[in-house]
């Protein structure tokens, strides 16, 4: 998620983008939860013809991002290894 807000439809599109297949069915619930649990905040914008609920990542967001990211890469460097050694 970049550091701009978004809403949940162009979120699905960025994902798209990237290559990630999610429905929209999915994802509303997991963007509920990681507001549950402080890693992102949600605020409504009503200007438009349709209301919208924007999503934006916290400070601890980040630091979870950021932590889980560093672990990600650690087991990806160690699969690549396992994966050579074949």
Avoid: H
């Amino acid at each position: 998620m970049s550091e701009k807000p978004a809403y949940g439809y162009s979120l699905v599109n960025e994902m798209q983008a990237a290559g990630i297949d999610v429905e929209q069915n999915t994802l509303y619930p997991l963007l509920r939860r990681l507001e549950s649990q402080g890693l992102l905040r949600s605020s409504w914008d009503t200007g438009e013809s349709r209301p919208r609920k924007y999503y934006s990542v916290t400070d601890e967001g980040r630091l979870t991002a950021e932590l889980l990211g560093k672990e990600w890469r650690r087991i990806n460097t160690a699969m690549s290894r396992l994966m050579e050694e074949k």
